[in-house]
């Protein structure tokens, strides 16, 4: 089956310092991939979509230049988080939409846990 | 706008209970609805689907029907096991000219117990 990576799966940062999170489609090429954030015992809420070659769409109330999206390839994005600050401490997954399936088809990474100290 | 509600968790159940997880929504236009599973230390999978009215997805004995007049999709599975434990998303996507995001619910944690 279609398998994504997320990496690193944990990262503890100081706050000031930028962290880079990379995901990856390992056996299909995505065109579209999307940034999730999800704060604990709630709903996972859409950052961003990541077109390969194209900026990024980021959802509203997301700040663009904080979370600094790059999707270089058919097979990686990443995301940077920007001068991080405690309050960006969150569980961070990724989803790769496969170029040959259907629309609804997203496969997801199993997730970072970003801790800012 | 599209939202998603599910039941608050945890449910605790015993093996071979039967599970019912709720799940309502609002959208504009004719969603397609899903199901995911998010096992612990893993990535969300798709259990099952639905893309029309009356449409029942299936999968490793889980169910659900999409009901528009009611505008649910409501989880069942006749017979649990300790290995259904997991946290379960309901979710939609509208599709919108070439582009559809997933909207999700908050989740609900499925505890199994022997």
């Known amino acids: 089956g279609a398998v994504v990576s997320q990496h690193p799966s944990r990262v503890i940062c100081k706050s000031g310092t930028s962290v880079k999170i990379e995901c990856r489609s390992l056996d299909f090429q995505a065109t579209t991939m999307f940034w999730y954030r999800q704060f604990p015992k709630q709903s996972l809420m859409l950052m961003a979509t990541s077109n390969e070659g194209s900026k990024a769409t980021y959802e509203q109330g997301v700040e663009k230049d904080k979370f600094l999206i790059n999707h270089a390839s058919l097979t990686l994005s990443t995301l940077t988080v920007t001068s991080a600050h405690p309050e960006d401490s969150s569980f961070y997954i990724c989803?790769?939409?496969?170029?040959?399936?259907?629309?609804?088809?997203?496969?997801f990474g199993p997730g970072t846990r970003l801790t800012v100290t | 706008g599209n939202s998603v509600t599910q039941m608050e968790g945890p449910v605790t159940l015993s093996e071979e209970a039967f599970l019912t997880i709720n799940c309502t929504y609002t959208a504009t236009g004719y969603p397609s609805l899903f199901w995911y599973v998010q096992y612990p230390g893993e990535g969300l999978q798709l259990l099952l689907k639905a893309t029309k009215a009356d449409d029942k997805g299936s999968n490793k004995g889980f169910e659900a029907t999409y009901r528009k007049e009611t505008t649910s999709f409501h989880l069942e599975k006749g017979s649990v096991q300790v290995s259904d434990s997991a946290v379960y998303f309901c979710a939609l996507i509208v599709i919108s000219g070439n582009t559809g995001k997933l909207i999700f619910g908050q989740g609900t944690t499925l505890q199994v117990k022997p």
């Open positions: 989803s790769a939409r496969d170029r040959f399936g259907q629309y609804y088809e997203q496969y």
